[in-house]
């Protein structure tokens, strides 16, 4: 089955080849369509089998020849185009512009000067002193240029949680009608909602290991078996691994905490059971109080829990441990204390106050996005388009004559809808040293201000943290956006120091944004942690430039979760009141 990711990732390839041979326009198109198709809820397959290249017409941003090209692909399962045009580029252009700074024109030089393909082509060039020497380089860039390399390739090893969760739950809703399996759960890094992961692990309860394995690789969404033996198995779905492993009934509790990690949440967990006469395992919790050598084997002992992952934390009198919170940063004391925090619920956040519409770079009218947020269930929403500033390139920011003008489109719009709150924000820009890119009297008048660093994302600590501090403390700052800047396994973006900047922020009455985009999930948990601690105040945006962006807010909320944040710690989970009454405070 062709898959919207797949088709998505294709369009997207042919952009970038295309902007590497300088061609204008098309690649933007193939973007925008390429976003349109990833969001989509039906499968591109099912409408081109309904009504061809017409009924993909009807999708935003498809044209007739972008439409026709897709439907080459679902039907053949290649586009001439796109092998065309590798033939003419020969480059692992997803490997190469993973390096910080190398854009598909980038690629595209470098590939004409010097033949780079590979990312061992770019690190021996760059060791060589070759880059500098092609013209529009320097010895700086060739600098940066290796630094980066590592990264890149750390990061092509692990998957974005965006990338992998759709994938893991459709592997649960397949699973779901297997009819040899009684219980079925995502455990590892997934279900902790890290940002990042290596695979996906699976774990299925079955008296008929055999049955659930081999409909596991009979799914029509498996690419590629690795392996497959009577209890487990293991496969590539849309590039990315997913491991099946099969338990019996009595014991998918104990299993799924063991699988679930984090591999010092459970040591730490078990050194706890020890002092307490009871051995944990994948296989069960055993009292062993009264066993002389309880190492004897791996059920030695009187089973008291297992069968739940509720049972194997009652068989030490704790009460369950959410997954996300099973990172060993104090979690086990906290449950004996009997203070779990009652963590927020992905339905608790009631609006968005970073948004982007077709007036910078988003890809919808102010009405469509307000309509969308309806539709998505927000009560409100913030229109916060870019200022004009560092970091905004090809002319998409507004200047403050452009934002006026927009505030009162916004106001219009909101007088139309009944169903939805509209607030007029900004998403100004932090400049390099905390100044804020947008004139103060327009900032005031503004209902919603998120400043955010999208430049100078080098600097050094101090400095970083002074600019950020800078931000949090300027008079008209509502919320700080995406405090690091970082792309992850783009870019690693700021070092700063959390502390100073958290109890900053909290000082100020200014929130710290968990931005909810899966290449972004920036705040992250452990310093999300810091902020609850401190008092700050957390809001979990989408930055959404489209309305199908909207449910990625739940990727916000876990990482919220990690954090052990509550509904009340989160600005947006009140109603448009209270987010007014916090920004007039």
């Not at 060039?125 to 600098?143: C, H, L, Q, W």
């Not at 997954?323 to 927020?344: C, F, H, N, Q, S």
């Not at 608790?348 to 309509?371: F, K, M, Q």
């Given at each position: ?6 088709v ?8 970038d ?5 300088d ?6 198109a193939y973007?925008?369509?390429a ?24 999708l935003?941003?498809?044209g ?5 090209k897709?439907a080459?692909y ?11 045009l590798r033939?003419?580029?020969?480059v692992?252009?997803?490997a190469l ?23 061992d ?11 500098r ?5 320097g ?9 980066g390399?590592e990264?890149?390739?750390?990061s092509?090893?692990r998957?974005?949680l965006?990338?992998?969760?759709p994938l893991a ?11 040899a399996?009684?219980?079925?759960e995502?455990a590892?890094?997934?279900r902790?909602w890290?940002a ?7 774990l ?11 409909a596991?690789?009979?799914?029509d ?10 209890t ?9 691994r ?8 009595e014991?998918?509790?104990s299993a ?11 040591i ?5 059971a020890i002092?307490?006469g ?6 069960g ?6 066993i002389?050598?309880p ?8 089973r ?5 992952e509720e049972?194997m ?11 996300e919170?099973r ?8 449950a004996?204390a ?11 956040v ?6 982007h519409?077709?007036w910078?770079?988003?890809d919808?009218t ?5 309509r ?6 927000h009560?409100?929403?913030c229109?916060?388009d870019?200022?004009t500033?560092?970091?905004m ?6 200047e403050?004559?452009e934002l ?8 219009a ?13 900004v998403?100004?820009?932090?400049d390099a ?7 103060d009297?327009?900032?005031a ?16 600590t101090?400095?970083a943290?002074?600019?950020l501090i800078?931000?949090?403390e ?13 792309l992850l396994?783009r ?5 700063f120091?959390?502390?100073r900047?958290?109890?900053a922020?909290?000082d100020?009455g200014?929130a710290?944004?968990?931005?909810a ?6 705040l992250?948990?452990s ?7 401190a008092g700050?105040t957390i809001?979990i945006?989408?930055?959404a ?9 739940r ?8 954090g ?8 947006n989970?009140?109603?448009?009141e209270?987010v ?6």
């Amino acid at each position: 089955m062709t898959t919207n990711a797949e088709v998505a990732d294709r369009l997207e390839e042919m952009g970038d080849l295309l902007e590497a041979q300088d061609v204008e326009f098309k690649p933007r198109a193939y973007r925008r369509a390429a976003e349109t198709i990833r969001g989509q809820p039906t499968p591109v397959e099912e409408i081109v089998e309904a009504g061809g290249v017409e009924a993909l017409q009807e999708l935003e941003h498809v044209g007739e020849a972008i439409a026709s090209k897709v439907a080459e692909y679902v039907e053949t399962g290649e586009i001439e185009e796109l092998e065309e045009l590798r033939d003419e580029l020969p480059v692992d252009m997803e490997a190469l512009t993973r390096v910080e700074g190398v854009g598909p024109k980038t690629v595209g030089k470098l590939y004409d000067a010097l033949g780079i393909r590979t990312l061992d082509d770019l690190e021996a060039a760059a060791e060589a002193g070759e880059i500098r020497e092609v013209s529009g380089f320097g010895a700086k860039t060739e600098e940066n240029i290796l630094e980066g390399i590592e990264f890149a390739r750390q990061s092509r090893e692990r998957q974005l949680l965006g990338d992998a969760r759709p994938l893991a739950d459709e592997a649960l809703s397949y699973l779901a009608g297997v009819d040899a399996a009684d219980r079925w759960e995502v455990a590892g890094s997934i279900r902790r909602w890290r940002a990042t992961i290596g695979d996906v692990d699976v774990l299925v309860a079955t008296e008929e290991p055999e049955s659930v394995v081999e409909a596991f690789v009979d799914w029509d969404r498996v690419d590629d078996v690795i392996e497959a033996g009577t209890t487990k198995a293991s496969t590539r779905v849309a590039g990315v691994r997913i491991d099946l492993r099969t338990v019996v009934p009595e014991e998918f509790g104990s299993a799924l905490q063991y699988f679930t990690g984090s591999k010092d949440h459970n040591i730490t967990l078990r050194n706890y059971a020890i002092d307490r006469g009871v051995k944990l395992n994948e296989y069960g919790a055993f009292d062993v109080s009264g066993i002389d050598d309880p190492d004897a084997g791996q059920r030695v002992g009187v089973r008291i829990g297992g069968e739940t992952e509720e049972s194997m934390y009652a068989a030490l009198d704790l009460p369950w441990i959410p997954p996300e919170m099973r990172e060993d940063r104090g979690e086990i004391a906290a449950a004996a204390a009997g203070e779990v925090p009652d963590l927020i619920g992905e339905d608790a956040v009631r609006g968005d106050l970073h948004t982007h519409t077709e007036w910078s770079d988003g890809d919808a009218t102010i009405e469509a996005l307000a309509r969308g947020a309806v539709e998505y269930g927000h009560d409100y929403l913030c229109i916060s388009d870019h200022a004009t500033g560092p970091g905004m390139v090809g002319g998409v920011g507004l200047e403050d004559d452009e934002l006026r003008e927009q505030m009162a489109e916004i106001r219009a719009v909101d007088d139309d809808l009944d169903d939805v709150d509209l607030l007029a924000g900004v998403e100004a820009n932090v400049d390099a040293d905390g100044g804020v890119s947008v004139a103060d009297d327009l900032l005031a008048d503004l209902d919603l201000v998120v400043a955010s660093p999208h430049s100078a994302l080098d600097q050094g600590t101090d400095a970083a943290t002074d600019r950020l501090i800078a931000a949090v403390e300027h008079p008209h700052v509502d919320v700080l956006g995406h405090p690091s800047g970082r792309l992850l396994n783009r870019r690693e973006g700021m070092t700063f120091d959390v502390d100073r900047v958290v109890e900053a922020a909290a000082d100020a009455g200014t929130a710290l944004e968990i931005n909810a985009n899966p290449s972004r999930l920036d705040l992250w948990g452990s310093a999300v942690g810091t902020a609850v601690e401190a008092g700050a105040t957390i809001a979990i945006n989408t930055d959404a430039h489209h309305p199908n962006e909207f449910p990625n807010v739940r990727y916000g909320v876990h990482v919220a979760r990690r954090g052990w944040a509550e509904a009340a710690d989160v600005l947006n989970t009140g109603d448009v009141e209270a987010v007014r009454a916090f920004v007039e405070e």
